[in-house]
Each structure stands twice: as C-alpha cells, then as structure tokens.
C-alpha cells in the first residue's frame, strides 16, 4: 500500500542531544514537509522542499536540520539548539502540480518529548 | 500578518445545525486551497479540495473568494462525528504550504 511513514512514533530525548525522525513516502511525490504543532495550536512549518537535493526554510526553520538526498525521504534533525523541541512533528508529502487535487498526506506523526 | 488565518471558535452546535466559518489568506498568487480536518492528537486529513467555482461533498459546502482572499467551509445537518479541528491550507506558487490554526467544531447530543 502506498503511503507516508514517520518513525519513532514517540521518541524520548536528554536535553542536549541531537535526534533526527524519519519521514518516507512511497506515493512518488515530489514536494515533502515538515511540521512543528504544538498542544492546542495550528501546524508551524520547519522546512520543505520540492524536489531531491534542495530544500527550504519555513516559519521556524532554527535548531533544525533537513536532508532530501532520494526523493522518498526526508528526514528531520531536532539540534540541541532548538530550545523547546517537545512537539508533534508531522511530515507531508505532495505532488507538485499546482491543479486543486494536489493535496498533502500525511504521516502518523511522532511525538517528541525532552527529558 | 499570518499567512492564513481562521476564526479559532470554538463553535459548540447541536446535531443537525448549521455551522460555517471561515479563513483569511494574505498571499493573493496563492494556487490551492484546502480544508483539512484533524482529530485529537491525530494527524490531519484531507476533507477536501477547495475550487474556484465553490464545491460540495455531501454535507459539507467550499467556497472560495479569491478578490477578497478569504474561503469558507460550511457543514450542514452536523453529526456528532464532526466534532473536530478544521484546518484551512493554502498552497502558493511556490509550493509552500501554510496552514491556519485550526477552528474547532463540537457537536452534541
């Protein structure tokens, strides 16, 4: 079945450390995203990008890291310098055209705690 | 200014109301609309595509006001399986896509 996987679904981290999520889609869609939500607010964006080996910064793109070395993937980096990391992180993807069926899926989500 | 913004609620209806909002967005090259719905601490889900013609699904009504930049979302005959968050997402030329901060919709018994 095609679809958007995220992995871990909880992930627990110590203060200081790096932790990257995974993010994989087999929909060959070109664009993916990620995104920062926080208990009772809306989707921030941290970083997308359109197409292998380019990506671009979103609303809240610091103490964050990207890659999209294949186009299936696109994982996301949490540094040590992103002050308040514990969130639900939510990645998308979509096919690029710009015609109104070109909707996002989502993956499950992975929900990060600092400890 | 946000780039999309939505009236947040929450409206609180009985079953078989009429409820609608809407959203606002600042980007007028924006090319895609959406409305997303999203369940406790689950992930969001397309509800549907937003055209320029307005559209419907079943009980569920889009339209879309590009001169004054804003769409709307109405749910006719509410079930209480409607209860949720619905996100607003507008797609802009440059693939960006932003989302509102969810307006929340809970129906009762």
Same mark, same amino acid.
């Given at each position: 079945?095609?679809?958007?996987?995220?992995?871990?679904?909880?992930?627990?981290?110590?203060?200081?450390?790096?932790?990257?999520?995974?993010?994989?889609?087999?929909?060959?869609?070109?664009?993916?995203?990620?995104?920062?939500?926080?208990?009772?607010?809306?989707?921030?964006?941290?970083?997308?990008?359109?197409?292998?080996?380019?990506?671009?910064?979103?609303?809240?793109?610091?103490?964050?890291?990207?890659?999209?070395?294949?186009?299936?993937?696109?994982?996301?980096?949490?540094?040590?310098?992103?002050?308040?990391?514990?969130?639900?992180?939510?990645?998308?993807?979509?096919?690029?055209?710009?015609?109104?069926?070109?909707?996002?899926?989502?993956?499950?989500?992975?929900?990060?705690?600092?400890? | 200014?946000? +780039?999309? +913004?939505?009236?947040?609620?929450?409206?609180?209806?009985?079953?078989?109301?009429?409820?609608?909002?809407?959203?606002?967005?600042?980007?007028?090259?924006?090319?895609?609309?959406?409305?997303?719905?999203?369940?406790?601490?689950?992930?969001?889900?397309?509800?549907?595509?937003?055209?320029?013609?307005?559209? +419907?699904?079943?009980?569920?009504?889009?339209?879309?006001?590009?001169?004054?930049?804003?769409?709307?979302?109405?749910?006719?005959?509410?079930?209480?399986?409607?209860?949720?968050?619905?996100?607003?997402?507008?797609?802009?030329?440059?693939?960006?896509?932003?989302?509102?901060?969810?307006?929340?919709?809970?129906?009762?018994?």
């Amino acid at each position: 079945d095609g679809g958007i996987t995220q992995s871990p679904k909880y992930l627990f981290r110590k203060e200081g450390q790096n932790v990257t999520l995974s993010c994989e889609q087999n929909l060959n869609h070109d664009a993916m995203y990620w995104y920062r939500q926080d208990p009772g607010q809306g989707l921030r964006l941290i970083y997308y990008s359109q197409i292998v080996n380019d990506f671009q910064k979103g609303d809240i793109a610091e103490g964050y890291s990207v890659s999209r070395e294949k186009k299936e993937s696109f994982p996301l980096t949490v540094t040590s310098a992103q002050k308040n990391p514990t969130a639900f992180y939510l990645c998308a993807s979509s096919f690029r055209d710009r015609t109104p069926n070109t909707e996002a899926f989502f993956g499950q989500g992975t929900r990060l705690t600092v400890v | 200014r946000k +780039e999309v +913004e939505q009236d947040p609620g929450p409206f609180n209806v009985p079953e078989g109301a009429t409820v609608a909002f809407n959203c606002t967005y600042s980007n007028s090259a924006s090319q895609s609309f959406f409305w997303y719905r999203q369940d406790c601490r689950k992930e969001p889900k397309l509800l549907m595509s937003v055209y320029s013609s307005g559209n +419907e699904d079943g009980r569920f009504t889009a339209q879309l006001n590009r001169a004054s930049q804003y769409i709307s979302l109405l749910i006719r005959d509410s079930k209480l399986s409607d209860s949720a968050t619905y996100l607003c997402v507008v797609k802009g030329n440059d693939y960006k896509l932003s989302f509102g901060a969810g307006t929340t919709v809970t129906v009762r018994a």
